[in-house]
């Protein structure tokens, strides 16, 4: 006789949510509870596919009894909890988070953050002009601090790290949510390619001993590029095609299919546009992928194009 365990289901957890009461499984969080209830909350950090870093602090919500905000992307749900996502004190914390990320990098290429902004009145500019470049990133030492006049905004711009032909490494946009870290490192690819140096306003992503990513220990999967949020990594054909103008998102179609250099089954979002394959991705909700391929799946298309 074969005996098949079957889980139990989860009781729901009842709380009020901006006024209204919410039923939601066990176990969920409070951005979930916000999601299956219709509410919209801002979160840069927090991918589907990735543990909750509770770094960028967008999604912070107010909790009746809590002493500070909380961040909605990891914060479990409790019988009872009163949670305000638009309170006062809220739109505040998000209007300067806001306001220090864009005053220190650029989100031009960062979905949705514009309407952000406008809904809580957000105003990066005044901080001042940003700062100049800074060549020497990835050379400072910890403790060595340059002394500032206040005439301008402390940025996190440099150049645009180009150093392989399948992907741009642009950290002038890098917002240190360790969503590339953790994607790259034990959450999933393993190859701990990546990680953070440096402290304080000087913490930024590079290889070891800031080594070229050739020379480094990347296998080129492209994981973190799937899941960076603002656009700091990107395809090397998207890069190229932002920079001459001739990126256009909205005329580009999707096709899912399955990958054929192996027998694993990936499947594969190509992104076409003008009869052209710019870049592809994975379904997060591939039971065999979750998003994540290799360097075959995820760069291995050019051949198909060749005439």
């Known amino acids: ?3 098949v365990e079957i889980g139990l289901p989860k009781r729901l957890v009842e709380l009020t949510l901006d006024g209204e009461a919410v039923r939601v499984p066990e176990g969920a969080t409070i951005l979930d509870a916000c999601t299956a209830s219709g509410k919209s909350i801002p979160t840069l950090c927090y991918g589907d596919t990735l543990k909750p870093a509770n770094a960028c602090r967008v999604c912070m919500v107010e909790v009746e009894g809590s002493r500070t905000l909380v961040p ?19 739109q505040h914390s998000r209007k300067l988070v806001l306001e220090l990320l864009g005053s220190a990098t650029d989100l031009s290429t960062t979905p949705h953050v514009d309407e952000w902004m406008s809904a809580c009145g ?13 060549a020497d990133r990835d050379d400072r030492q910890p403790g060595e601090h340059e002394e ?20 741009v490494r642009d950290y002038g946009k890098c917002i240190m949510c360790y969503k590339c870290v953790d994607a790259c490192g034990d959450q999933w690819q393993n190859s701990f390619a990546i990680s953070v140096a440096g402290r304080g306003f ?8 800031a080594t070229p990513l050739p020379d480094s220990a990347c296998v080129y999967c492209g994981n973190c590029i799937e899941v960076c949020p603002t656009g700091a990594l990107s395809f090397k054909r998207e890069h190229d095609k932002r920079e ?59 051949h198909v194009q060749n005439r």
Not at 72 to 90: A, F, L, Q, W
Not at 149 to 167: C, E, F, I, M, W
């Open 72 to 90: 909605s992307c990891s914060r479990k749900v409790e019988p009872g909890m009163v949670v305000r996502t638009d309170s006062e004190r809220t």
């Open 244 to 302: 001459d103008g001739t990126w256009d998102e909205e005329s580009q179609t999707q096709t899912t299919t399955i990958c054929t250099f192996c027998g694993v089954g990936c499947n594969l979002t190509l992104h076409v546009q003008d009869n052209e394959i710019v870049k592809v991705t994975s379904p997060h909700d591939s039971t065999v992928t979750h998003g994540n391929l290799c360097i075959k799946g995820r760069f291995g298309w050019q």
């Open 202 to 209: 000087d913490a930024r992503i590079s290889t070891e001993f």
């Open 148 to 167: 500032i006049d206040g005439s301008v905004a402390a940025t996190v711009r440099q150049p645009t790290k180009v150093d392989n032909p399948l992907y």
């Open 122 to 134: 957000a105003d990066p500019s005044r901080f001042g002009p940003s700062a100049p470049p800074a």
């Open 1 to 3: 006789m074969t005996i």
